[in-house]
């Protein structure tokens, strides 16, 4: 590849890991900053990988990160802030930090220390005036990332993303066998949910590819799905099917402030739901990915329902029947 030392922001998350182990096959080496060493020990055995302890908002420690290498990958991002923001902010100090504060010094570090590639994660429906707090301070990041004048940069913004370790389906397949329905807000929002290692190929693939310079990509599955569909087939494929059931917003909203005033990371925030008030599908239907990503969208039924139907015996072998047709 043409980029050798490659700097991966986030690299210790759900998507960066496939990111990381992809690009390790291929270049010299990969820099992977993480807060918590001991959670990413699949990527330490890796022999080009070297995952550091550190700390991004240090300008001092990402000036240093960066001047050594001659590429960034930035899939840093959180879901949830305090809701609702300060008066008339946008969003809170949580997603300033995230998404915009930290790609402005990336980007910054990137000028000062010539680094000339930049790719940049966002999200489907960023919008500098979305709906949420998550969309708008997406929004905002990207514009941070593009208005470099020196960095060539490539924003990707993916719908949902489902894999082995996701955050999304799982959830409704750990949730399926205590719960007698599934009751959720908004299930009439529109997803088109993206395989984590078709996410990677895109990112890793793009790296050397200047047709991709200066723009910005969707990425998205074949398949459209509204979230109820998403959380019948979750819960199917986990071995308790269940029916779903719309809450109307007034109770979906309650039900997301208890669980944000729960301990750890909430189930659903009350952000969340903003952000369900606009479908997360690509804005050309129907949806291919552009030739030079390199990347064949995999059908999520049957790859879920590999991962899915681990979760209960009942299912173990319906992921290998989905993929054999039978
Ligand atoms: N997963 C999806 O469905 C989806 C859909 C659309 C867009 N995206 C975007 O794709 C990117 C990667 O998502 P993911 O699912 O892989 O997320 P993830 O598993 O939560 O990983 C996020 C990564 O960001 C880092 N991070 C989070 N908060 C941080 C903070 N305050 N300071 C420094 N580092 C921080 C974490 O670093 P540590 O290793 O230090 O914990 C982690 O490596 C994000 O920007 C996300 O918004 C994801």
Known sequence: ???????????????????????????????????????????????????????VHDPVVLGRLIADCDAVINLVGILHGNYPPAANAPYGSRFLQAHVELPRRIVASCEKHGVRRLLHVSALGADSKGPSMYLRSKGDGERVVQSSSTVETTIFRP???????????????????????????????????????????????????????????????????????????????????????GLPDSVAKAMAWVFEHLLGEPVMSRDNLDSLSVDCIA??????????????????????????????????????????RR
């Not at 010299?28 to 020990?41: E, H, L, M």
């Open 283 to 324: 804005s050309r239907q129907p949806y291919w990915p552009a030739p030079e990503l390199g990347v064949r969208p995999t059908p999520m039924e049957p790859e879920a329902m590999l991962y899915l139907a681990g979760l209960h015996p009942r299912t173990r072998y319906s992921g290998f029947r989905a993929r054999a």
């Open 1 to 55: 590849m043409r980029h050798h030392r490659i700097l991966v922001c986030g690299g210790g998350g759900f998507i960066g890991r496939y990111v990381v182990d992809r690009l390790a096959a291929r270049v010299a080496s990969v820099v992977v900053p993480t807060r918590r060493r001991d959670r990413v020990k699949q990527l330490i055995v890796l022999p080009t990988a070297e995952v550091v302890d550190a700390d």
């Open 159 to 245: 719908s949902v993303v489902f894999g082995r370790d996701d955050r999304f389906l799982n959830l409704f397949a750990r949730m399926a066998p205590w719960m007698p329905v599934m009751a959720v807000g908004r299930p009439e929002a529109r997803f088109q949910p993206i395989w984590v290692g078709d996410v990677a190929s895109a990112i890793v693939n793009s790296l050397d590819e200047l047709e991709t310079h200066g723009r910005t990509y969707e990425l998205c599955g074949p398949g459209i799905y509204t979230l109820g569909d998403l959380v019948r087939f979750a819960s199917r494929a986990s071995g308790h099917p269940r029916p779903v059931i």
